[in-house]
């Protein structure tokens, strides 16, 4: 009998076939069913995205297949190049072809390039000696197939994010990989090394290696994927094929979510507010480290009620700035001068900038934000412990709970308790807890560092929500974002910062990516 498809290519009938089918994947944590009969097919080389809110199973689905989560840990079966797998931990799928490269990156900084690409996996001769020459000529072999133009012998610090992101596919590539899994690759990167990945990532599928990418920035996924599966609370809610014409961000959005969302960023009046609430004069910032002014003669206003974007490229002093107002952490030499509420302000330590009503919610939500290995309660009341203690120091344990409960329903923390560690959360309630932490201060300006990186839309539209709600009751909020779309769908006002400097201000009105960008790499 033949099987054949009639006039079919021979790349079409490639990517026709399944290299990886995942069937009936139930994985369950104590008192949480993390995946439900999820099944999974992925044809052999095409880019297959995976999309879904946060929390609906994604990382964990992916866990199970790279053997994070071994064999006997969940029901199901994993089928690869046609035959059932029981992966007992990574080594096991990274050897029949399988590599997964997560968000935050496993290299070793003051290693170099070399040494990470073939960390756990040396060239040795007579058993036991490394063979360095080998080494670093394979490497070089390895960053010319993901085209990245670097000396072999740098350290890994020394890279950028977008070049260390490729460091870590070269290091997959020499594995021999055949399914490439990548979890938010452009999350923490600029639109050139965003790009620059996307077509890496098409050449890959030219030479046959399949990828699968995770990823909460719908534009590139409907750019990229051949096709794209959707996970919601932990099943498989349908299957989308890009030549078919059934990838869009709207369509998308809706089975996400499970509902229409026609404007992700909600509307709001757009009043104009007069009472200054912040100001900034001439404001100047020394890196010690660095030997150089991060910020240059800054000036700027925050008016009670209003959203201001703070857009520009990456390293362009955003956070620098954030982080000097809000008492300094990072020691830089200041010089200038700030008025909050008309009073000068001197802020030495981040305390004292949050007992004059500041707040100021990380990039960095898992390494500055948040205190993974506690409980929720715990993160939330961190930043005003005193509000829920006696005179001798000693937490309120009953206030505690009960100001964490509240704001776990205020602001939709989804959590069968306020008990549960922060660390078992979705990036998307992660960062409401983060939110949360700062709100309990009662700040009047908060300024929020990429509030809605690495999470999912649905998410992303609760947090838009939140904000809108905030602003209604008179807080102002510093909104720094390198999504652009949210710079202009959130903002009343935008000032762009180039190079340490503010190059612009504009009102929403006359505010466009063009104008912005414009002034961004002025």
């Known amino acids: 009998m033949n099987t054949s498809v009639p006039?079919?290519?021979?790349?079409?009938?490639?990517?026709?076939?399944?290299?990886?089918?995942m069937r009936n994947i139930t994985k369950t944590f104590p008192g949480v069913k993390a995946l439900s009969n999820v099944t999974f097919q992925v044809a052999k080389g095409e880019i297959h995205s995976l999309c879904g809110e946060n929390g609906a199973g994604k990382s964990t689905l992916m866990k199970v297949l790279s053997g994070v989560y071994p064999f006997g840990d969940y029901s199901g079966d994993i089928v690869f190049n046609g035959a059932v797998q029981k992966f007992k931990g990574i080594s096991d799928s990274e050897e029949v072809g399988i590599a997964i490269i997560y968000q935050e990156l496993a290299l070793v900084p003051e290693m170099t390039v070399y040494e990470n690409i073939f960390l756990g996996n040396e060239i040795k001769t007579n058993g036991f000696m490394v063979d360095w020459n080998e080494t670093i000529k394979r490497a070089s072999a390895a960053l010319k197939k993901v085209k990245l133009d670097v000396n072999p012998a740098t350290k890994i610090k020394d890279l950028g994010v977008g070049k260390q992101q490729l460091v870590e596919i070269a290091k997959a590539l020499n594995k021999n990989v055949k399914v490439l899994i990548l979890d938010e690759p452009t999350a923490a990167l600029n639109e050139d090394d965003s790009k620059n990945l996307l077509n890496l990532m098409r050449?890959?599928?030219?030479?046959?290696?399949t990828c699968i990418i995770i990823s909460h920035k719908l534009k590139e996924v409907v750019e990229i994927a051949d096709s794209v599966t959707i996970l919601r609370d932990g099943q498989t809610v349908c299957t989308l094929s890009a030549k078919k014409g059934e990838v869009s961000e709207h369509d998308l959005i809706k089975h996400m979510v499970g509902r229409e969302i026609d404007n992700i960023y909600p509307k709001r009046d757009r009043k104009g507010a007069d009472e200054v609430v912040l100001e900034v004069r001439n404001w100047n910032a020394y890196d010690p480290n660095l030997g150089r002014n991060v910020l240059k003669n800054m000036n700027f206003n925050i008016k009670k009620g209003e959203i201001v974007g703070f857009a520009g490229l990456m390293g362009a002093g955003r956070t620098e700035l954030a982080k000097s107002l809000f008492g300094n952490p990072d020691g830089y030499k200041i010089t200038g001068e700030m008025l909050v509420k008309k009073q000068k302000a001197n802020f030495t330590h981040p305390q004292h900038a949050i007992a004059a009503g500041?707040?100021?919610?990380?990039?960095?939500?898992?390494?500055?934000?948040?205190?993974?290995?506690?409980?929720?309660?715990?993160?939330?009341?961190?930043?005003?412990?005193?509000?829920?203690?006696?005179?001798?120091?000693?937490?309120?344990?009953?206030?505690?709970?009960?100001?964490?409960?509240?704001?776990?329903?205020?602001?939709?923390?989804?959590?069968?308790?306020?008990?549960?560690?922060?660390?078992?959360?979705?990036?998307?309630?992660?960062?409401?807890?983060?939110?949360?932490?700062?709100?309990?201060?009662?700040?009047?300006?908060?300024?929020?560092?990429?509030?809605?990186?690495?999470?999912?839309?649905?998410a992303k539209f609760e947090i838009y929500t939140l904000m809108n709600k905030l602003i209604a009751q008179g807080m102002s909020i510093i909104m720094i974002s390198s999504e652009l779309p949210e710079v202009l769908g959130m903002s009343d006002r935008v000032y762009v910062v180039s190079e340490g400097r503010i190059t612009g201000e504009l009102p929403i009105e006359k505010a466009t990516q063009e104008n912005i960008m414009k002034l961004a790499t002025s």
């Open 203 to 209: 050449d890959l599928r030219k030479n046959g290696i």
């Open 358 to 458: 500041l707040a100021y919610v990380s990039e960095d939500r898992k390494g500055n934000g948040l205190i993974l290995i506690q409980d929720i309660k715990q993160n939330i009341t961190l930043a005003n412990l005193w509000e829920i203690a006696n005179q001798m120091g000693v937490v309120n344990g009953n206030a505690e709970v009960k100001i964490a409960n509240e704001y776990r329903t205020s602001i939709n923390i989804k959590t069968p308790s306020v008990e549960q560690r922060v660390s078992n959360l979705s990036g998307g309630n992660q960062q409401k807890v983060s939110i949360a932490k700062w709100l309990f201060t009662k700040p009047s300006v908060l300024i929020l560092d990429e509030p809605t990186r690495g999470i999912d839309v649905g």
């Open 7 to 21: 006039n079919m290519t021979k790349s079409e009938a490639e990517t026709s076939t399944p290299i990886l089918e």
